[in-house]
Antibody, heavy 121, light 106 residues
Framework: QVHLVQSGAEVKKPGASVKVSCEASGYTFTSYAIHWVRQAPGQRLEWMGWINADNGDTKYSQKFQGRVTITRDTSASTAYMELSSLRSEDTAVYFC??????????????WGQGTLVTVSS | DIQMTQSPSSLSASVGDRVTITCRASQSISNYVNWYQQKPGKAPKLLIY???SLQSGVPSRFSGSGFGTDFTLSISSLQPEDFASYYC?????????FGQGTNLEI
């Protein structure tokens, strides 16, 4: 079955960068896009961006443009999300999710377990 | 960007009740809406995709409807395991935003 397993919790200082990994198993990695979604404490889910796992094309939310980089390693079936210039407002749980398509609607059936990133001086 | 506004933000109900959660998009988005359930400390779980299609394995008491700007998620007879938070999400174009969530509590 499909599994997305994320790296462990991180504590970072303001201004630093964090890189979270998402290892996929149970399917052909290059057949589906991987998206990153975050959730600050008590807040709504927030879409950050996605990567085409086949060709590496990416699209980011304008909110994070310039600070977020999503990459993938097909040999390791792993996607990565790196967020730079961290500030306290970036404290959140970061999720990866595999998107599927129904006609032109994209939805997230499989999710990673989440990675807590805490930004604190 | 397309905004998704859910109502109510919180809802008190009892086992056996029928509840409806609504989601309004800031512009017409066809039927590109999905609904998720989230429990504390867990990843979201897909319930409904493309406005009305029930995800495999999800109980039939969950249903979705809507087109254009107004969408609903209904639960026909609440069970104890349904007390959770619920989010709508659109995929009309990026950024794929979520509603602010509805916290369903006893």
């Amino acid at each position: 079955q499909v599994h997305l397993v994320q790296s462990g919790a991180e504590v970072k200082k303001p201004g630093a960068s964090v890189k979270v990994s998402c290892e996929a198993s149970g399917y052909t990695f290059t057949s589906y896009a991987i998206h990153w979604v975050r959730q600050a404490p008590g807040q709504r889910l927030e879409w950050m961006g996605w990567i085409n796992a086949d060709n590496g094309d990416t699209k980011y939310s304008q909110k994070f443009q310039g600070r977020v980089t999503i990459t993938r390693d097909t040999s390791a079936s792993t996607a990565y999300m790196e967020l730079s210039s961290l500030r306290s407002e970036d404290t959140a749980v970061y999720f990866c999710a595999r998107s599927e398509r129904d006609n032109w609607n994209f939805f997230f059936r499989y999710w990673g377990q989440g990675t807590l990133v805490t930004v604190s001086s | 960007d397309i905004q998704m506004t859910q109502s109510p933000s919180s809802l008190s109900a009892s086992v056996g009740d029928r509840v409806t959660i609504t989601c309004r998009a800031s512009q017409s988005i066809s039927n590109y809406v999905n609904w998720y359930q989230q429990k504390p400390g867990k990843a979201p779980k897909l319930l409904i995709y493309t406005a009305a299609s029930l995800q495999s394995g999800v109980p039939s008491r969950f249903s979705g409807s809507g087109f254009g700007t107004d969408f609903t998620l209904s639960i026909s007879s609440l069970q104890p395991e349904d007390f959770a938070s619920y989010y709508c999400q659109h995929s009309y174009r990026t950024p794929y935003s979520f509603g602010q969530g509805t916290n369903l509590e006893i």
